[in-house]
């Protein structure tokens, strides 16, 4: 993908799949255990699908049983958080802070140091193994 944030609607579509779409520019959510990036192990980097800013590395990802990656903490200035009211509850969202693309929620249940967990869509992720270019 691109560095390249400023895209329209349209061109949005054109360059993510559906399923991407869905989740990075509405704000869906993939289905849990759904992701290949669940299970991933190895050391790297996690950058947004959409732009390419890396936002994780492997050494903050836990497994939280939950089906979606997780990570008890983020890069410096990886995202924005905003307050989610849909579906009857009170949630902090966050999107890339480059390209404003959904992400997922961060929540207060997870392991030490940070007792986060920024619950990630899988599909809104690209994972690049320590070692190789981005």
Known sequence: MSDKPGRSEGEWQTCLSPEQYAVLRRAGTERAWTSPLYEEQRKGTYLCAACGAPLFTSAMKFDS???WPSFFATLPGAFATQTDRRHAM????YHCARCGSHHGH???DGPQPSGQRWCNNGVALRFVPEGEVG
């Not at 009170?90 to 969202?93: A, G, H, L």
């Open 65 to 67: 049983g939950t089906g």
């Open 90 to 93: 009170m949630r902090t969202e």
């Open 106 to 108: 961060v929540f207060d």
